[in-house]
């Protein structure tokens, strides 16, 4: 199976750092998804969710403000300025994690319909951890 290096970067350190087969970004454009070998891009990042697809075939999500990502061949390196993964343990773990998240975004979000979309999008993911 083709994988290529995922990095998730904030200025606090790295968030993510893995093999990976597949990643949805929230491009300024709107959403775009990169496979193993993908073409090399350099752009910006909104306000949103990365979905990915680890070699192991876990799905993880990770809610970032604003940020650019570097695509080339092999590697993917995400550069945001915030960032909350959606992962936790039981229920007032990730009642924690989704109420992160949702600050994160308030903090940096004009439109209350792209808090929504991404509000969504956080449920949605922490469903499936639980």
Do not use: C, Y
């Not at 940020?67 to 007032?92: C, F, N």
């Amino acid at each position: 199976m083709d994988t290529f290096k995922l990095e998730v970067i904030t200025p606090n350190g790295l968030i993510f750092d893995n093999e990976a087969v597949e990643v949805t970004l929230p491009g300024e454009e709107g959403e775009f998804g990169v496979l193993p070998r993908h073409a090399s891009l350099t752009t910006q990042l909104k306000a949103g969710v990365i979905d990915i697809v680890t070699a192991e075939k876990r799905t993880e999500s990770i809610v970032v403000n604003w940020g650019v990502v570097q695509v080339t061949e092999s590697k993917v390196t995400v550069l945001v300025d915030g960032a909350v993964a959606i992962r936790g343990e039981g229920e007032s773990e990730i009642a924690k994690v989704l109420e992160d998240a949702k600050k994160l975004l308030s903090d940096v979000s004009d439109s209350k319909m792209a808090l929504a979309s991404v509000s969504a999008k956080i449920e949605s993911a922490a469903h499936k951890l639980l």
